[in-house]
């Protein structure tokens, strides 16, 4: 586990708690106190902990910040050229394009288990925090069935369930349900704003929530939207568009009726969503890559293996 | 009180509860005898309660839906011309102009308390639901201080406190706050939806309350929506521009940073506005006005008349 912030410290517990033999590297020397005084095993060396990796052949797990990334891959390059490698950040076009460079494609196949709090850090990490998530697991084109397996794997003993998907569609979808929320909220927390004190003192229920993910980190905002660039253009311009049309209606007509009726459907559809599970296809099965993808978009999740 | 539903029901109660004389009208029979039945003077007839209303010269309040309310301001001009009258409607400059084209525009001052819940009808209504609540009363050219001061003691004696408004500045300000986060809503719910089960599949705490309120009943929005169209194509304006730029920024240089530092600091607004007690400003002063709506305009409130 190469980073034991929120998200790795949470998954070497989970991961330790499943009963598998699991270490982790921070580059803090007080968060390797502080998992070591929990009773885990972690280091601060990064090369010792990647050569430990490659004599076990263990399954490394990228979870530092983006903008580290680069430095980790290098570093498993010369270190931990033969281990299995995923990640658990939040885009992954951009993390596997950056595996590519440093030629560790063959042996990657990156995650996203969609789980959080606003906490951050060692001491915010629980060994239940992936239980009951979905974890994206990506299938793209040419990933080694065999480690991607493994990945499936550590997310289904951590509690989750597997849902395939191809990278740049994965990143199109949190585009969609992720990133954009974000931009819309603060465009409507500035709109409002913008009212001034009388506007703002007459706020209620649907404002305070649309506006609640404005109060998130700047920073934190930003490397999220911005590591998705792509994908989320794609998704303003369909709010764009949707907002151009929206506006033409009423200024032309006096209603908001196709908006507000595609609306309310569009959230009953949310509300309502139905899941299955994904059988009988084998990871290294002819078109299993196909079928796996296919699966995830109609709302398929692996739950066993 | 004509209108017995969750908002007229309410202030039913409240007004009673407060020490008033006080009576409603309402045309469903059984609404009347839901009301009667829970001891409050009632009547289906709102010809018999308007010429009671005009021998005790009542300040009448209107707490009918949109559409019913050029049929009760009919009858208001026929048989209650010399009360005093205001409304609880959540538009109001839509209100007032009616209320003009039946000449009652010298003895109209109109009202809304920022108050509600998803229910509705007599059964749901609470003496308290105004307490601590926010009540516009609008503060219009020509508006009779002796009508705003009734009106504006009617929202202190349920326990609001009154923000003092020009009509078109409230819908204004609603739009801002209260029917764009309706149209934000909608959109998101139709981009997220369009992304399929996957996209859905991957929804979390964002997209969940970013899209809550488009799960409102669709009529019940539009009214809301299409009742306020010039001050909501105003606040539609500024969001289209704001994502407009946005989208720009995030495509030619790969930054979100101008949107989101903007709605992280309008978000913090939000969350540590300031109010004020409005003193010393006495209806029917000269200029009393535009002071009261000066002092409305920089978070001020009347919280005693």
Not at 45 to 69: G, H
Not at 110 to 138: C, K, Q
Not at 275 to 284: A, K, N, Y
Request: proline share 4%; hydrophobic share 45%; net charge negative.
């Amino acid at each position: 586990m190469l980073g034991l912030g929120l998200i790795g410290g949470s998954l070497l517990r989970a991961a330790v708690a499943g009963g598998r033999v699991a270490w982790g590297y921070n580059r803090s020397s007080d968060t390797v106190e502080a998992a070591r005084a929990d009773g885990f095993d972690a280091d601060s060396d990064l090369i010792a902990t990647l050569k430990r990796a490659e004599a076990d052949k263990a399954l490394i797990v990228i979870a530092v910040p983006v903008p580290a990334v680069d430095a980790v891959l290098s570093a498993i390059a010369e270190h931990a050229p033969g281990c299995p490698l995923t990640d658990v950040v939040s885009v992954k076009a951009e993390i596997a394009a950056a595996v590519s460079r440093h030629g560790l494609a063959p042996q990657y196949v990156g995650g996203h288990p969609m789980a959080g709090t606003s906490e951050s850090g060692w001491t915010a990490g629980d060994a239940d925090l992936f239980r009951g998530a979905v974890w994206v697991v990506a299938t793209d084109d040419g990933a080694d069935p065999t480690v991607w397996s493994q990945v499936a794997q550590l997310a289904l003993d951590c509690g989750s369930e597997v849902v395939p998907a191809e990278s740049a569609e994965h990143d199109r979808a949190a585009a969609r349900i992720s990133h954009l929320p974000h931009i819309l909220a603060e465009t409507l927390a500035i709109t409002g704003d913008a009212g001034g004190p009388l506007a703002l003192g007459l706020a209620a229920g649907s404002f305070r929530d649309g506006t609640r993910v404005a109060g998130s980190a700047p920073a934190l905002v930003r490397a999220m939207c911005e590591g998705n660039r792509d994908g989320l253009l794609i998704a303003m311009d369909e709010a764009l568009d949707l907002l151009t049309r929206a506006r033409r209606d009423l200024a032309e007509n006096g209603s908001t009726a196709t908006l507000v009726e595609a609306g309310y459907a569009a959230r009953s559809a949310y509300e309502t969503q139905q899941t299955s599970d994904i059988t009988g296809i084998t990871p290294g099965d002819d078109g299993w890559i196909d079928a796996m993808r296919e699966a995830g978009r109609h709302g398929g999740r692996v739950r066993n293996l």
